[in-house]
């Protein structure tokens, strides 16, 4: 009997412990470690390093960060052009009509794009001749960005007005219920 009345301490003297160890872990450590994991998440990446991140807005520091997932959910132009300069990214997923600006300073982003106007001929129902048409060519400067990417969105829009995307080779963009806007015509 008092053989087992100390193996019964012992399992008691363990069991508190045990339960010690555990109270220790959920009001001490686990705090620490999201205490930690936070300052990484807001610290640990330096931005200085990278050169493509200097000129973005905070919208689109984020989409960067989820190059991992290779889609991203956008709601603005400039996302669409950032999206689609990211080699990562093989699916864009649009949340909302996306309208282009029809200006030549509102459509160059710094790092991102040229802009240049081209004059297109075409053909006027109305007057029923060919006539010059002003359009504004965005170019991206990336050039290495060969692959395909899926672009969706529930039955969205892009309006394109009077711009034109100038895609580099081997770069091809496959739209998925989207519909384009243009208010030009080859």
Not at 58 to 85: G, M, P, R
């Amino acid at each position: 009997m008092n053989d087992s009345s100390r193996k019964n301490k012992r399992k008691e003297k363990q069991y508190a412990a045990k339960k010690r160890s555990t109270q220790l872990l959920k009001i001490v450590l686990l705090p620490l470690f999201f205490l930690l994991a936070l300052i990484f998440l807001i610290y640990g990446r330096n931005k200085s390093d990278d050169p493509y991140l200097l000129h973005l807005s905070k919208k689109q520091e984020d989409l960067l960060v989820i190059k991992e997932k290779k889609y991203v959910d956008i709601y603005t132009w400039e996302e669409l052009v950032a999206a689609i300069s990211n080699k990562e990214l093989t699916e864009i997923n649009i949340k909302k009509d996306i309208k282009f600006p029809q200006s030549q300073n509102k459509l160059k982003l710094n790092q991102l794009t040229k802009v240049r106007e081209e004059k297109i001929f075409r053909y006027d129902d109305t007057l029923k001749k060919e006539q010059k048409q002003t359009i504004l060519m965005v170019s991206l400067i990336k050039r290495n960005l060969s692959r395909k990417v899926l672009i969706s969105g529930e039955k969205r829009n892009i309006d394109l007005g009077n711009v034109e995307i100038d895609l580099p080779k081997g770069l091809e963009l496959e739209f998925k219920e989207v519909t384009l806007l243009r208010s030009y015509h080859y």
